[in-house]
């Protein structure tokens, strides 16, 4: 199987439904920030230090396949239980850390610099599924999750910071 289409050199792409669309659709631009967020996770992933961290790391990026899929199809991939699960973790590793007093820079260590890029590139990805949700129903969770998500992300970075 031959891994070019020649679909887009007109314009169009597939989406995960295998709905013909313009590569200008909301939809597309969701989904390549879907992918950039799991890229971006998973070079974090190569340089964190922390077990608990690069593993929660490799779920996350194998979770938003799910996202992705559930904003698409509004399939109810996501639950409340997702959100509980990210809550607890952000909960974990703040009671590991200091309380924060100030703004921090973001990314001083190498591991926490993917991490807040990881987090900066989330919060890119909510504000297209916001606008998405303009002209489309999606499962709200879905925004939930990407929400704690890039607060999760911060706080692993301030994990990741605290190791090095």
Not at 15 to 34: H, Q
Not at 40 to 68: C, H, P, R, T
Not at 96 to 123: D, E, Q, Y
């Amino acid at each position: 199987m031959k891994i070019y289409t020649k679909t887009g050199d007109n314009q169009f792409t597939s989406t995960i439904l295998a709905e013909n669309v313009k590569k200008s659709d909301l939809i597309i631009e969701v989904s390549g920030n879907i992918d950039e967020t799991q890229s971006a996770i998973m070079v974090a992933y190569n340089f964190v230090i922390n077990n608990e961290v690069k593993d929660l790391l490799k779920n996350i990026a194998e979770k938003l396949f799910l996202v992705g899929y559930d904003i698409a199809s509004n399939k109810n991939e996501i639950s409340e239980s997702d959100i509980s699960y990210l809550e607890n973790k952000i909960d974990y590793f703040s009671n590991i850390l200091p309380p924060l007093n100030s703004f921090i820079l973001p990314g001083v260590s190498k591991s926490s610099s993917f991490l807040h890029l990881a987090r900066t590139i989330v919060r890119r990805l909510e504000r297209s599924v916001v606008e998405y949700t303009l002209k489309n129903k999606i499962n709200r969770f879905c925004l939930m999750y990407l929400n704690r998500l890039s607060d999760l992300l911060f706080v692993m970075a301030r994990i990741e910071e605290n190791n090095e």
